[in-house]
């Protein structure tokens, strides 16, 4: 990577952090059916064995610290406890993203290794409109059980114009069923400009009832709230999906390259990505973006933040 072009020192510092992290998508299918889901559940999974040697032949490359684990749902493989049992093993910190109603938290050997993120979309009657009947109390039980054993968790909430103004109350909420305080990610519900161009599918799911936010709801989420992309973006990494294309990010459209190419490689392809967003990018005091002509749809809504 020394023959390419000096990224700035805050993107080069960035790209540093974030290359010691793996997003790793073993598979599209999920045990639920929610209503604005935008991704096609197709049927190719990633084994443990493709897994660990892709995060052996990482750590011979290049220093590792943490794996994130996200689908589909990663809990409905039922050997996923011993793939993330043999990552933690391995010596890295886990993640993983989940909707928290499969509960195999017992299988899981080492609590204080794993991160738990557990999608909630607000409060009780909003979630279960979105993914079913009852499963708001399975995933709130399973974060009580998850802080009984020790894990750490995390919660991550889609936003849409029906639950925009109820996210203090489930922040309350939270608080009350809780042993322990939660950091709440939001994610504004991917806009048609994301959705038209997803690598897997352009599925737009349903919209009565979980409307698209508006630019100044999106922006005054974002200027308010802690959110995913993070306004000063910055949240590439190498991100593996379960048809085996590396993505410059968990929620990429143009591949790095397969999991099989060289980690070099692939680590240059996304440097070469960040030196095209620098010579194109007029953002204030941002850290980088993996698809410069892209930006996860929300492009315009940053520009207007800085405004």
Excluded at 229 to 247: N, R, T
């Amino acid at each position: 990577m020394k023959d390419l072009p000096q990224l700035s020192n805050r993107v080069a510092a960035q790209f540093r952090l974030v290359s010691r992290h793996l997003y790793m998508n073993p598979l599209e299918k999920c045990n639920l059916k929610c209503k604005i889901c935008y991704t096609k559940k197709t049927s190719p999974i990633l084994s443990n064995a493709q897994i660990l040697a892709f995060i052996d032949r990482y750590q011979d490359a290049h220093k590792l610290q943490t794996v994130t684990y996200c689908g589909g749902e990663v809990f409905a493989l039922q050997s996923f406890p011993d793939l993330v049992n043999q990552t933690v093993a391995r010596g890295a910190m886990v993640q993983v993203i989940t909707n928290g109603t499969l509960d195999q938290l017992d299988l899981l050997a080492y609590p204080n290794r794993v991160n738990l993120i557990v999608s909630l979309d607000g409060l009780e009657e909003y979630h279960d409109a979105n993914r079913g009947l009852g499963n708001f109390q399975k995933s709130i039980a399973f974060l009580q059980k998850a802080q009984r054993r020790g894990f750490h968790t995390e919660v991550f909430s889609i936003v849409t114009k029906q639950n925009y103004l109820q996210l203090n109350n489930f922040e309350e909420y939270l608080q009350t069923q809780l042993s322990q305080p939660v950091e709440v990610t939001y994610h504004p519900r991917k806009p048609p400009a994301y959705l038209d161009h997803h690598p897997v599918s352009n599925i737009t799911g349903e919209t009565e009832g979980f409307d698209f936010l508006s630019d100044t709801e999106l922006v005054t989420l974002m200027k308010e709230k802690q959110t995913f992309p993070p306004k000063q973006l910055g949240c590439y990494q190498l991100g593996v999906m379960s048809d085996g294309k590396v993505y410059g990010c968990c929620e990429g459209i143009t591949p790095l390259g397969v999991m099989d190419d060289e980690i070099a490689d692939l680590l240059v392809h996304l440097r070469q990505r960040l030196i095209k967003w620098e010579r194109e990018n007029t953002l204030a005091n941002c850290l980088g973006c993996s698809q410069p002509e892209f930006v996860c749809g929300i492009k315009r809504q940053l520009f207007l933040l800085q405004n």
